[in-house]
Every structure is written in structure tokens, then in C-alpha cells.
């Protein structure tokens, strides 16, 4: 046995035999239940345990591990209840998702362990912004995440690495290499010779190392470790091993050749290494019989704990409120002293304000730092905070998105700016698959706010025009703030930076300089819900948010004869479907106005609320007005044609004359 070459004591040894034992016995255990029915789907690491052992061995206990579904040996190596393990896997109430999700889908700050999702990639993003939060916390700590070489063709682990080797990340990526994605070997997935090799690409130190030695892998790691504390920086370890079973149990493994099969059995990492402890005297026969049985009776006694849990009950109050962290609003008045100054302005201020209220408070997005963002709304902020705080990015918005909800996890608040509206589609997986659920699914705030500048009107065409909240609107755990004027625009960004709910922030960008207002230059709050009743009138309500309030305002003013309601939304999700309501009480007649086109917006979800909820007072059908069912257009007189501000009036008058 190596262990005096390496420096291994025997209680190390020892306890390194433990936890590779634990996590096989479950498993064999999972699927005699798998075969009898009693869960209802596995995914093994048998074979594998190893890399997670010694992984976990090799971290402090307060450094974070973002594992995935083959790595059971993460979660009891950290020493996580076996019968809330097994609960979570029962879908019962004592588990880490309260039945929401299966399997290793939850993390648990308690343990340090953040799990995945199964869209695999932004877990490693995410390592990044806990890495960098220890990093501006001046904690000398390491943190390792987990792929599969499938993974590694995902743009996400392209984007993670690139972003820890910028930035120096003590981030230890581990791949485990086990030959096939589901079915599709290796030579079907990659073609360089070691995906270690890829490290070199990124400026990364890069290691290849056999998975399934335990003393291996937990020296390497520990060696490794050890010194990223010292001297931050990213390394990418490939560890070769293989997947002894199906992708999950109904797969099977009809599709690996049986040699193949015979070859990597005889490598399994716990019988060598239990060879290895007896012929060094470590242990005997005797005491690995008393440990299983030990073992045994654990999982026993665990099991059935998790199995006489009752079922969960549902409530329907408690999941629509698991749905956002808690957030107890407080409204902040301003001081007397106004300004008058623009859109952008306001929430450039606003937004200077909130990083001198909350120190923890980190901006990312490409070129807001020296450069100040394409609409300069950062401008000085680096001077101001300095580029720990104003951080220029890759283009990369999945990985940075990823990054942020890291920033969250470790405590921090974050703000994103996407330099396009259009461009968060490059990040849409981590907005409404990670941020967007991670509350619901673990009780994980996600405080992160997303700038989005958008819209028409700015002859920008197809790709820089784009008004898209709809994509958000639809998506439960996401709040969006659309305003219309410069004081909402401060006090509303002012609330989402604080409210620890990721936020879609909507500014439109032919409203940034041409918009003024006076407005508070202290510090201030606005509520997120609450719509603005812009002007009041008796014979129709008109609703809209962004730039049509603007238009509907303009309409009015050249039509003083039409007696409106005008409803500025500022929020839509929240959304004051109250205010919506009492207008139409009064008036009898509804129509709403949007820059969206027309199919699947805000404006149907509206429509439909009040024909269900307010049929009785409607004089007149409920009326939408939107844009083009066609992209957005660069040629100035085809935008014109496009957009709804030309139409608007019509549709109002045909309305009113019903």
C-alpha cells in the first residue's frame, strides 16, 4: 500500500474505507427497493465513489461542493441525516425540498453542499460566484463542482472556465469521466485525447488522474487545494473512471461491450482498496464484517424512518408561498431636495445609491467598468467602488447569470446588466430554471437583479429591439419591474436590489434620454404591485406599462375629448390587477396597450383576468393593441409600420363608440 509515500495516517485510511462503504451499501440497498417498487427511479455512481470520497476528504467542511446525481458519496461523507437523504428521495416533507424534487436536486448551505439542476451546466457558474464571494470575503477557501465529460460539451462549461481563469477563482472543476453520456461513448462526444487537455485553452492548470484510487485521488485533491487557498486560481481535474450501471437503472448497459464491462470491475475502487487495508494489517476481516453490519443497520433504521413519514399533504397556500423568499417591504421616503434629470440618469443614481447602502452589492456585465456600460449608465462607478465591486465580464450571460445566483447563495447581492434585452436568451436557462425555482424547490433566495435596456422605436432592428418581459412574466419565482418615468425608475430599482427575488428590470432605451422628471436625489423606495393612476377619467380605462404609456399619454393629449383612465402598470410581477379591476368598475371599457406583439403578452393575461373576474361591468369587449406578429424591423418607416402607436388611436376610438 502507497499511504507512508503519501503521507496517509492510518485513521485517515480508515475513515476513507468508511465513506466509500457507506454510499456503495446504500446504493446496492436502492436498487433491491428500485426492483420491489418502493422508490421510483436511481441513478448510480457505483464504481465511482472514489472521486466523491476523496474529493470530500480532501475539502474543509465549510468549503462548498456542487455535486451531481452520481455523487451520493458527496452527501455522506459530509455527514447529512441518512433519513432525511432518504425522505428527500421518498418526495416526504422531511427532505431538502419538501417533495418538490427528486434525487440531488437541493442544496443545503447547512453542509456546504449546492446540488444540481438537471440542465447540468449552470451548477458550474454558479461554483464561480461562490468562489468569487470568498474571494471579496477574503476567505482562503476552495471550492470544488462536478460534471460529467457530457457536460463538458455544454457552452456552460466553456463560459464557467473562462470566467474562473479571468478572474483567478479558486475553483477546483472535476470531471468525471466514466466513458458514456447515456448511451453515446466518448468518441462520440469529443475528439481530443484527455478533456484535461481543455484547461490549456483557458490558461488553466489541467490534471488526468485514475478515479477509482482513493488514496489517488483524496492526496491530489488535498495537495491541490491546499494550495489554491494560498494562491487563488482555477484547476481542472479529469478523472478517469466508469459508470458500472445504466445512466439511470431503466437504461441498462446492453450498449457497453462485455469486456469493457470485466475490465473496469476489476478495477472497482472499494475491493482494491479493502485488499489494499488488509494486506497492510490496517484491517481485518473481522472488523469489515462488523462495519457493514454497522452500516447496514443504519440504513435499516434510516429507511424506515423515511418510510413511515407520511406522505406529503399538499397546501396550496404554502406552495404559492414557497414560490419567493420572504421580503418585508419598507418603505424609505426621500428628502425635499429635487432634480431634474432623465431616465437614465435616474437609475444610474439609483443604482450608485444602492452599492453605497449595501457593500456587498457586486455589478457585473460586459464593459460597465472603465468603459461605463454602452449607455453609460456605470460611468465612474469603478472610480467609486472599484473593479472588485464593478465587474467587467466575458460575453458570456449564462455563465455570469450562473455566477450571480453563486454571489447570492454566499450571502452577497448582485446586479447583472445585460448590455442587450435580447441578449439574456444567451442566459435563459439559469434565469428560469435556477434563479427562478431555486426558492421553491430548497429555500434558496436568489437576490439577484437583471438589467435588461430594451425596446423599439430606436431603428436598432431584429436583435437590439426587442421587448421581451413575456419571456419572465409566465415564470413562476420571477419578479419584473417595468417603469415608465424616472422617479419610478429610481425608487422601483431601489426595491428590487434590497427584495432577495430575482428581478428582471425593464429600461427603455428610447425613453433614457428624452424622458425628464423631477425627482428626490436622496435615496428612496417604491413598492413593487402597485400600479400608477397617470390620469382619470369616466368612459374607458387604458392600461400599459414602458414606452406605450408614454404613447397613450400622447394620444390623450391630442384627444382631450376622451375622458381615460390611464393605468401605468410599473410592475408586472407583481402585477396590481386590483387597480385594473376598480377603473373598469367605473368605466365599463378596458383596453391595453403593449409594445409587444400581440400573442402570449401581458395584455392577453389581462384581458382574460378581467373577462373572468369582471365580466358583468363590461360595456364593450376588452381590447388589445400591440405590435406586428413579425421580428422587429430596422428600417425606420417598416418600425413605424410595426410598432402600435399609429394604430392605438383607432382601436381607442372604435372602442369607445361600442
Not at 476523496?54 to 455535486?67: F, H, K, Q, R, S
Not at 428521495?89 to 446540488?115: A, C, L, P, V
Not at 479558486?170 to 466513458?179: D, M, Q, R, S, T
Not at 429610481?490 to 425627482?519: M, S, W
Amino acid at each position: 500500500m502507497q499511504n507512508d509515500k503519501k503521507n496517509i495516517d492510518e485513521t485517515v485510511s480508515l475513515k476513507l474505507y468508511k465513506d466509500l462503504l457507506r454510499p456503495r451499501m446504500i446504493e446496492e440497498k436502492m436498487l433491491i427497493l428500485l426492483r420491489q417498487g418502493k422508490i421510483s427511479k436511481w441513478f448510480s455512481g457505483i464504481g465511482q465513489e472514489a472521486i466523491s470520497v476523496g474529493v470530500t476528504n480532501a475539502l474543509n467542511d465549510d468549503e462548498y461542493i456542487l455535486p451531481m446525481h452520481r455523487n451520493l458519496g458527496v452527501f455522506t461523507t459530509r455527514g447529512i441525516p441518512l433519513n432525511r437523504l432518504f425522505s428527500q428521495w421518498q418526495g416526504k416533507m422531511n427532505g431538502f425540498t419538501k417533495g418538490r424534487d427528486r434525487s440531488f436536486h437541493f442544496g443545503t448551505k447547512e453542509y456546504k453542499i449546492i446540488g444540481m439542476i438537471s440542465h447540468l451546466g449552470p451548477q458550474l457558474g454558479v461554483a464561480d460566484g461562490i468562489a468569487l464571494a470568498e474571494k471579496l470575503q477574503n476567505r482562503n477557501a476552495v471550492t470544488a463542482v462536478f460534471t460529467g465529460e457530457g457536460g463538458t460539451s455544454e457552452g456552460d462549461f466553456h463560459e464557467a472556465l473562462n470566467i474562473a481563469s479571468v478572474w483567478d477563482l479558486p475553483v477546483i472543476f472535476c470531471i468525471e469521466n466514466n466513458g458514456y453520456g447515456l448511451s453515446t461513448p466518448t468518441k462520440e462526444q469529443y475528439n481530443c485525447e484527455n478533456l484535461a487537455d481543455r484547461g490549456l485553452g483557458y490558461g488553466i492548470e489541467s490534471y488526468t488522474i485514475y478515479g477509482n484510487d482513493i488514496i489517488g485521488v483524496y492526496t491530489k485533491v488535498k495537495e491541490i487545494a491546499e494550495d489554491l487557498r494560498e494562491n487563488p486560481r482555477p484547476v481542472l481535474i479529469e478523472f478517469q473512471t466508469f459508470r458500472m450501471r445504466g445512466h439511470e437503472e431503466a437504461s441498462g448497459t446492453k450498449y457497453v461491450p462485455d469486456e469493457l464491462m470485466a475490465e473496469w470491475a476489476e478495477k472497482d475502487p472499494i475491493s482494491n482498496y479493502e485488499k489494499q487495508l488488509l494486506e497492510a494489517n490496517m484491517i481485518s476481516v473481522e472488523k469489515i464484517e462488523a462495519l457493514r453490519a454497522e452500516i447496514e443497520e443504519e440504513i435499516n433504521y434510516n429507511l424506515k424512518w423515511a418510510f413511515d413519514e407520511p406522505e406529503v399533504e399538499p397546501n396550496m397556500d404554502q406552495e404559492i408561498l414557497d414560490v419567493y423568499a420572504p421580503f418585508e417591504y419598507i418603505e424609505i421616503q426621500p428628502g425635499s431636495v429635487v432634480e431634474h434629470i432623465r431616465l437614465v440618469d435616474a437609475i444610474s443614481k439609483g443604482l450608485r445609491q444602492s452599492m453605497e447602502k449595501h457593500p456587498d452589492l457586486v455589478i457585473m456585465g460586459q464593459d460597465i467598468a472603465d468603459y461605463g456600460g454602452v449607455f453609460k449608465i456605470t460611468e465612474g462607478f469603478m472610480d467609486a467602488f472599484g473593479k472588485e465591486r464593478v465587474r467587467n465580464t466575458p460575453i458570456c450571460e449564462s455563465g455570469i447569470v450562473s455566477t450571480a445566483m453563486g454571489l447570492s447563495i454566499k450571502g452577497m447581492k448582485a446586479v447583472v446588466e445585460m448590455q442587450f434585452a435580447d441578449f439574456v436568451s444567451s442566459g435563459f436557462n439559469p434565469v428560469v430554471n435556477y434563479l427562478a425555482k431555486s426558492h421553491y424547490r430548497w429555500n434558496e433566495k436568489a437576490d439577484v437583479v437583471i438589467r435588461m435596456p430594451c425596446g423599439g422605436d430606436v431603428g436598432a432592428g431584429p436583435f437590439h429591439s426587442q421587448t421581451n418581459e413575456a419571456w419572465f412574466t409566465k415564470t413562476p419565482g420571477l419578479k419584473v419591474a417595468y417603469p415608465a418615468f424616472p422617479y419610478d425608475a429610481k425608487g422601483l430599482l431601489a426595491t428590487a436590489i434590497n427584495d432577495p427575488n430575482p428581478v428582471l428590470f425593464f429600461e427603455h432605451k428610447a425613453l433614457y434620454r428624452i424622458v425628464y422628471q423631477n425627482i428626490p436625489a436622496d435615496y428612496y423606495t417604491l413598492p413593487f404591485g402597485k400600479a400608477a393612476l397617470l390620469k382619470e377619467g369616466q368612459d374607458i380605462t387604458i392600461v400599459s406599462y414602458g414606452a406605450g404609456v408614454h404613447w397613450a399619454l400622447d394620444t390623450l393629449e391630442k384627444h382631450p375629448d376622451i375622458s381615460a383612465d390611464l393605468i401605468d402598470l410599473r410592475t408586472l410581477a407583481p402585477l396590481d390587477i386590483a387597480s385594473v379591476y376598480k377603473s373598469v368598475e367605473k368605466t365599463g371599457k378596458l383596453i391595453i396597450l403593449q409594445e409587444d406583439s400581440m400573442f402570449g403578452g401581458i395584455a392577453s393575461d389581462i384581458s382574460a383576468l378581467v373577462m373572468e373576474n369582471r365580466f358583468q361591468y363590461l360595456d364593450g369587449p376588452v381590447k388589445r393593441v400591440a405590435s406586428m406578429e413579425t421580428p422587429i424591423p430596422f428600417s425606420k418607416k417598416l418600425e413605424n409600420n410595426y410598432l402600435p402607436k399609429e394604430r392605438f388611436i383607432f382601436a381607442l376610438k372604435e372602442l369607445l363608440a361600442y
